[in-house]
């Protein structure tokens, strides 16, 4: 039978706390070693969905929205629709779904996709406008919706590089066919903010697998 603490020896209590201890370092460095290898491996899928452009023959171009200032897109959004317009040329989808809420003024970032897009020759019975979604998950659960309501399936995906490997994932938990397609470096952007960027997309990925978000 196992003595009461007040009965041990007193060599032993020290030899239970060191044990003790030894067992919580253990487990931390297994902590460790797992989120490590869980970082590389986002990371790679990050970098394997930037690398690659997988446009082909769909349904719809969805664009995911981005920063515009009082009805202008900024020049990241402006790449994304500029993309997403070039793809419509090539005859990839027939329709261009534009997503993104208010940022703060009386504009939406979807709406104001829209209106780009039709001043550049877009014609407007080809865009449909998304204008509620605050975040990438919002993005997919809207899009999903009016994918549902026009019969729609097959859909290229327009964003940012390292933003294409998330957005994969969440419409396709949406239950959407998705293709991925990154943009073109914005004007005057700085290379600099991808390890940011990508920093960025592996803990916004982990929040949105832990159910977190």
Not at 2 to 27: K, Q, T, V, W
Not at 186 to 202: G, M, Y
Request: glycine residues 8%; contains cysteine.
């Amino acid at each position: 039978m196992e003595r009461p603490p007040e009965e041990l020896e007193p060599r032993e209590r020290p030899r239970r706390r060191g044990r003790g201890l030894r067992i919580a370092l253990l487990a931390l460095a297994v902590a460790a070693l797992a989120l490590a290898g869980w970082c590389r491996w986002v990371y790679g899928q990050i970098e394997r969905y930037a690398s690659q452009d997988q446009a082909a023959r769909a349904e719809a171009i969805a664009v995911l929205g981005a920063a515009e200032y009082d009805g202008k897109p900024s020049p990241i959004l402006r790449s994304r629709l500029d993309h997403a317009r070039a793809l419509y040329n090539r005859g990839i989808a027939p329709l261009i779904i534009t997503t993104g809420g208010g940022g703060g003024d009386e504009f939406s970032e979807g709406a104001v996709g829209r209106d780009y897009l039709m001043g550049a020759g877009v014609p407007e019975n080809a865009i449909i406008a998304e204008t509620k979604s605050r975040n990438t998950e919002e993005s997919a659960q809207r899009v999903a919706v009016i994918a549902r309501a026009n019969g729609l399936h097959r859909m290229v995906v327009v964003s940012d590089p390292t933003h294409l490997f998330r957005i994969h994932e969440t419409f396709a938990a949406q239950g959407l066919d998705v293709l991925t397609s990154p943009r073109p470096p914005a004007a005057n952007e700085d290379p600099s903010q991808d390890a940011d960027r990508i920093a960025h997309e592996i803990f916004a990925y982990t929040l949105w697998r832990l159910h977190l978000h």
